[in-house]
């Protein structure tokens, strides 16, 4: 199960979202987020959901990924609903029963809400799926390089998030062979109560965080070995350029936002 989590993965392609500049895609993904929260009403996210299918549908990405990518959060959506039906008292009562309450505003709102955040990760998966790690460095370095006049050692920075994002697959992958190892033991983790399952997962914890530190060595020895002693005075074969279809990207998300703004005000209006 741990194989079909995606997050932080890179799918090499030659789509034109994969040819996108990484700055110009990191910027759009953030305003693909306030896209989302602008949104005040279930119309507003079928927008979204509707830029988010297409660019999916250009970035040849298999739809399988949009749930694998929803995997790792299915608890918080589960939670997140639960909470919003049954603690919110307001509005027509559907259901009564004991102390039990479900209301049509408790629904519309967990509805919504289970829509945002599905939209949320998909879309912003989108980034990672299209874009290697050393373009998602460079264009936070390059993003965030007014900061280095506060002597904010932005390249440090870029270089920590984009190296932690890239090992996340390595520990899912590191995690599931250290407990394919502990039931080839006799280990029974998919058995007994909740806490017998916790103690199940002390032996593969331990091993992992040894793992851990070992690759993180390994990486800081080879980076050593290179030479490489941060950002300063280095220089980059590919250098990062905006095209014509990065200016379209974006005249596509500001129609998108207008959509949302548009619907926001005639739904407040009607």
Not at 62 to 68: D, G, I
């Amino acid at each position: 199960m741990l194989k079909d989590i995606t997050i932080g993965q890179y799918f090499p392609g030659n789509s034109p979202i994969h040819r996108m500049d990484s700055r110009v895609k990191l910027v759009l993904t953030i305003a693909y987020i306030v896209l989302l929260f602008m949104a005040d009403n279930i119309y507003g996210l079928l927008i979204g959901i509707a830029f988010t299918l297409l660019m999916y549908t250009i970035s040849r990405i298999p739809p399988v990924m949009m749930l694998k990518s929803l995997k790792p959060i299915i608890p918080i959506i589960l939670i997140t609903s639960a909470l919003n039906l049954f603690f919110i008292r307001s509005g027509e009562v559907l259901v009564k029963w004991k102390f039990i309450t479900i209301t049509r505003e408790g629904v519309d709102t967990a509805v919504f809400m289970t829509v945002r955040i599905i939209c949320l990760i998909v879309g912003t998966s989108l980034l990672t799926y299209t874009t290697s790690p050393i373009d998602l460095t460079d264009a936070l370095e390059r993003l965030l390089s007014p900061l280095k006049k506060l002597r904010v050692p932005v390249h440090e920075l870029a270089m920590m998030m984009t190296i932690a994002l890239r090992f996340i697959p390595t520990l899912i992958e590191e995690t599931d062979k250290i407990m394919a190892a502990q039931k080839a033991r006799g280990a029974q983790m998919e058995t007994g109560s909740i806490m017998k399952r916790a103690k199940a997962l002390v032996p593969v914890l331990i091993p992992l965080f040894v793992s851990s530190f070992r690759r993180a060595e390994e990486l800081a020895l080879a980076m050593e070995c290179r030479c490489y002693h941060g950002g300063e005075g280095r220089t980059r074969m590919k250098q990062l350029k905006t095209s014509a279809v990065d200016y379209i990207a974006i005249a596509v998300m500001a129609v998108f936002i207008a959509g949302v703004v548009v619907v926001n005000h005639l739904t407040k209006g009607a």
